[in-house]
């Protein structure tokens, strides 16, 4: 049965690549339990990824429905060890602490609260430093703190496998979305650059496909940003000040007005990073910027 009218993420044909309660094989040693929340922010839906099969860690949960957290114990067979969660965004995050209190294994994570969008009442019980080693029979996960989407976000480099768990970092066919207070469009360009510095070849996203050409996304995402962040400095030329809206509606004009709310997020990201660098002046998302240099 196909999703309601205006639903282009629950399809039937959606649904046959990214099933439901179903564990797919993605890559050796890697399955993937797509979870039941799909939407313009999520796609298919969140992607929960099980490593391992003998010693296996379980990658952002996501939702805390008793069929999704069924899906994963029952393709865990009763050696999941630890959950890791990339971030505490509400299709991240959710169903970490009941499969964790369940199977009575920790959750890793960051400690960074995040004072915009969370899950309520999400914690690690262990904080994972940078460059953190956790095993699986798959080979050895590191975690690469990678703060720019969200500042507690986590990546998780499969290392044998030269294959990232990327959670909302990077995403198949489209951008993240840099959305302060929690979002830094400054640390998002700085962890892009360590990333380009890691041993990568492939990205497992937190919704869509496996992404191959790891450095070559990289590289298309920092000129995106980058070319983005021009635009928005030749946009304030000649004007004594503007708004974030007027710039959003020059600057995606080919874009659905019903996404120049979230376009309107990235530009102000964009802002307060040039402001930290004296390039321009502003105030707020509601207020004035203009060019200083």
């Not at 970490?96 to 209190?101: E, M, S």
């Not at 660098?277 to 060019?291: H, K, L, T």
Request: charged residues 20%.
């Amino acid at each position: 049965m196909s999703a309601p009218a205006g639903n282009p993420f629950d399809t039937l044909e959606v649904r046959a690549e990214f099933p439901f309660g179903r564990a797919v094989d993605v890559w050796p040693g890697v399955r993937r339990i797509t979870a039941p929340n799909p939407g313009m922010m999520t796609g298919p839906g969140t992607n929960t990824y099980l490593i391992g099969q003998r010693q296996v860690l379980v990658i952002d949960p996501a939702d805390d429905s008793p069929a999704h957290l069924g899906a994963i114990k029952a393709a865990g067979a009763g050696a999941i060890t630890a959950v890791l969660v990339t971030h505490a965004h509400p299709d991240h995050a959710p169903g970490a602490r009941r499969l964790a209190d369940e199977l009575g294994v920790p959750i890793y994570g960051s400690e960074i609260p995040l004072v915009g969008v969370n899950t309520p009442g999400y914690a690690p019980d262990r904080v994972l430093a940078d460059g953190e080693v956790l095993m699986s029979d798959a080979g050895p996960m590191r975690a690469l703190r990678t703060p720019g989407h969200a500042a507690d976000h986590i990546c998780y480099l499969l290392e044998n496998e030269r294959l990232l768990f990327a959670g909302d970092h990077l995403m198949d066919g489209t951008t993240v979305v840099i959305a302060p207070p929690d979002g830094d469009m400054a640390a998002y360009l700085a962890s892009l650059r360590r990333l380009q510095q890691e041993p990568i070849e492939r990205i497992a996203p937190g919704h869509g496909r496996l992404m191959p050409g790891a450095q070559a996304t990289l590289t298309q995402v920092v000129e995106h940003r980058l070319a983005r962040e021009a635009a928005i400095l030749k946009a304030l030329e000649g004007h004594a000040g503007r708004r974030i809206p007027d710039l959003v509606a020059e600057l995606y004009a080919s874009v659905p007005k019903a996404l120049h709310g979230l376009a309107e997020l990235s530009v102000y990201a964009h802002l307060i990073k040039l402001a930290a660098e004296g390039r321009v002046a502003g105030s707020d998302r509601a207020g004035m910027w203009r060019r200083v240099v």
